[in-house]
């Protein structure tokens, strides 16, 4: 079993399974979780409900219920296609002190499990499905719902955030602004609740398959794939980025914006460079206020170093 951890909610999955796809509205965010087969086994749905609105677990799962009612309705409309939901079991069970509902039901014949209920500390009501492959994993399920982290124990512990090639834990204030998952590159973008301060991560697919597309090599990669992409959520126009290639093949990238004041001025550093051990192109980069420098060095050092470890 391994940890993983997406929107500051983390759990114990089986060593092969990864995040395939993750995604926000305006109240509730998403992930999923694939095995080596890239079938879906996990949905994690986390919903924000103010404590003054808090539900019971029977009201959570009234309302789960409710809503793949509705999804087979539509389906039904949509396609012509009739799937039937039947209760089969209900128990509970405790995360972190919370009262949960293990829930097992199926669909058209196929077994299904769902785990409910509401965290206080993090004002969140949590839905975890679950889809077996074979008999007898409901234990599975359970051990993975009782792993589960819903909230922060103190405010100095770092949130986890699982990507294919590396996981980081960075500070709680940050939130994910936006991410991409491709082939060519993949990258995800953070910041401070006041959009003053990113962090930039990414890495590419194989460098032979991604490589030969630019003739700039790793600094192509990272503008054509990276920046490009992760500027368009950034509310701040970047600066033109100069590049100094270091002994060894790694890059600085280093970038001041123009301002009349010293106060108005950002500062963008970053390093790429090529993980021959895992045969994939790294980038690390922040983007802060001038005036932050040192802080901005300190942060970009641990996500280098965050990347390096793997």
């Known amino acids: 079993m391994k940890r993983v951890g997406w929107w500051h909610f983390e759990v114990c999955v089986p060593r092969e399974w990864d995040i395939v796809a993750q995604g926000r509205s305006r109240s509730t965010e998403v992930f999923r979780l694939a095995d080596a087969g890239y079938t879906v086994r996990l949905e994690v749905s986390l919903e924000r409900m103010p404590l003054e609105k808090a539900k019971s677990v029977e009201e959570l799962l009234a309302l789960y219920r409710s809503s793949w009612e509705s999804r087979l309705k539509e389906l039904e409309r949509k396609e012509g296609a009739k799937a039937e939901l039947k209760h089969v079991s209900k128990d509970e069970v405790s995360v972190l002190g919370h009262k949960g509902l293990l829930w097992a039901f199926r669909v058209s014949g196929m077994p299904l ?11 969140r009501a949590v839905a975890l499905t679950f ?48 991410a991409k998952f491709a082939a060519t590159a993949t990258y995800c973008l953070f910041a401070d609740s006041e959009m003053e301060r990113y962090l930039l991560i990414g890495y590419s697919g194989l460098v032979g398959l991604t490589m030969g597309r630019y003739k700039k090599g790793l600094r ?35 970038g001041e914006t123009f301002a009349l004041t010293r106060k108005g001025k950002r500062l963008f550093m970053g390093r790429l460079w090529h ?15 001038l005036h932050s420098a040192e802080e901005a060095r300190s942060a970009l050092n641990d996500l280098v170093a965050q990347l390096g470890a793997r």
């Not at 499990?113 to 004002?123: D, K």
């Not at 359970?142 to 922060?152: G, L, N, P, W």
């Not at 993980?275 to 206020?289: C, E, H, T």
């Open 113 to 123: 499990y769902a785990a409910l209920w509401y965290c206080e500390r993090s004002e």
């Open 275 to 289: 993980d021959s051990a895992i045969d994939r192109a790294l980038a690390a980069a922040v983007f802060y206020p």
């Open 131 to 178: 889809t077996p492959k074979r008999a007898g994993e409901e234990e599975l399920f359970r051990s993975m719902v009782e792993s589960a982290k819903c909230h922060f124990q103190s405010p100095e512990e770092r949130a986890l955030w699982s990507l294919l090639v590396v996981s980081l834990r960075l500070p709680q204030h940050l939130q994910l602004v936006s």
């Open 220 to 254: 192509g990669w990272f503008e054509g794939e990276v920046v490009r992409d992760a500027s368009k959520h950034i509310k701040q126009q970047l600066p033109k980025l100069k590049y100094r290639e270091e002994p060894g093949g790694a890059i600085v990238v280093e």
